[in-house]
Antibody
Framework: EVQLVESGGGLVQPGGSLRLSCAAS????????MHWVRQAPGKGLVWVSR????????SYADPVKGRFTISRDNAKNTLYLQMNSLRAEDTAVYYC????????????WGQGSLVTVSS | DIVMTQTPLSSPVTLGQPASISCRSS???????????LSWLQQRPGQPPRLLIY???NRFSGVPDRFSGSGAGTDFTLKISRVEAEDVGVYYC?????????FGQGTKLEIK
């Protein structure tokens, strides 16, 4: 059974930092691109970042470019999102999602981790 | 960025009746490799998204056959042949043809 389990969310002050983790199991993690997608309270889904299978190529949405860093440890089957200089508008549930790059779809999603940026 | 526009934003449906959701992209979703990377996701209340349809019309593993997708170019449709109570939630189209990947704003399916 495929499982993606996020952790590391919480309450942080504006300007602060958090690191999200996504532990993967039930599939060959090292073969998959991985993505972070966020959802502000009561809002829709917004793509945040992606990383290719070996970690050599990354992309970011403009609102987080220069502040967020995606990375992965294939030996630990874990995806990360380092979030710095957090703003109120970063408040959201952050989902990690696996991506089948040959078929072009997000096939599995984690349960999400809530990040709240507030003073 | 490619803008994805869904209609309607809310769809009250009677149990057992069909439902249809439209998704239009601001530019063609045909990739240079000839594929069209348009998917549909379902998000039930309090749950993460779940893949229903990929590459316009392919049902993902375990998805009931009452869900179907169609379309081409910039216009796409998700159809539910007979709505069941478990289908309540928000449905999103998403394009993976061009970075940044973009989602529609979501269509809330509710029971009348």
């Amino acid at each position: 059974e495929v499982q993606l389990v996020e952790s590391g969310g919480g309450l942080v002050q504006p300007g602060g930092s958090l690191r999200l983790s996504c532990a993967a199991s039930g599939f060959t993690f090292s073969r998959y691109w991985m993505h972070w997608v966020r959802q502000a309270p009561g809002k829709g889904l917004v793509w945040v970042s992606r990383i290719n299978s070996d970690g050599s190529d990354t992309s970011y949405a403009d609102p987080v470019k220069g502040r967020f860093t995606i990375s992965r440890d294939n030996a630990k089957n874990t995806l990360y999102l380092q979030m710095n200089s957090l703003r109120a508008e970063d408040t959201a549930v952050y989902y990690c999602a696996s991506y089948d790059s040959s078929e072009g779809y997000f096939d599995y999603w984690g349960q999400g981790s809530l990040v709240t940026v507030s003073s | 960025d490619i803008v994805m526009t869904q209609t309607p934003l809310s769809s009250p449906v009677t149990l057992g009746q069909p439902a249809s959701i439209s998704c239009r992209s601001s530019q063609s979703l045909v990739h240079s490799d000839g594929n069209t990377y348009l998917s549909w996701l379902q998000q039930r209340p309090g749950q993460p998204p779940r893949l229903l349809i990929y590459k316009i019309s392919n049902r993902f593993s375990g998805v009931p056959d009452r869900f179907s997708g169609s379309g081409a170019g910039t216009d796409f449709t998700l159809k539910i042949s007979r709505v069941e109570a478990e289908d309540v939630g928000v449905y999103y189209c998403v394009q993976a043809t061009q970075f940044p990947y973009t989602f529609g704003q979501g269509t809330k399916l509710e029971i009348k």
